[in-house]
């Protein structure tokens, strides 16, 4: 079992930054860590992703460029660092932890509030 827990959401202006943190414990050796995230009305989406060794990253089109997703060398600990936020990035925030880049993805956590203001 995994358990991911989610922290650093918030109430930021466009443009501003945020920095989330997903602290992960129980059985994470060799998982994929990935952030997804979900707005009202919307259906779940791909943020970014890291393999367990921290030397593989993806990104969705949408955040490339602006959003940054990093582990610790343990991997127990991953951090999305999100810049030139606009009101589109307004959601909840999921960490996951699975088996590829792209998924499988097994444990969620709970979330964390992300509401960007124009």
């Known amino acids: 079992q995994v358990q991911l827990v989610e922290s650093g959401g918030g109430l930021v202006q466009a443009g501003g930054s945020l920095r989330l943190s997903c602290a992960a414990s129980?059985?994470?050796?060799?998982?994929?860590m990935g952030w997804f995230r979900q707005a009202p009305g919307k259906e779940r989406e791909f943020v970014a992703a890291i393999d367990w060794s921290g030397s593989s990253t993806v990104y969705a089109d949408s955040v490339k460029g602006r959003f940054t997703i990093s582990g610790n060398n343990a991997m127990n600990a991953v951090y999305l660092q999100m810049n030139t936020l606009t009101p589109e990035d307004t959601a909840v925030y999921f960490c996951?932890?699975?088996?590829?880049?792209?998924?499988?993805?097994?444990?969620w956590g709970q979330g964390t509030q992300v509401t960007v203001s124009s």
């Open positions: 129980g059985r994470t050796f060799r998982f994929f």
């Open positions: 996951a932890a699975g088996r590829g880049l792209r998924g499988p993805y097994d444990y």
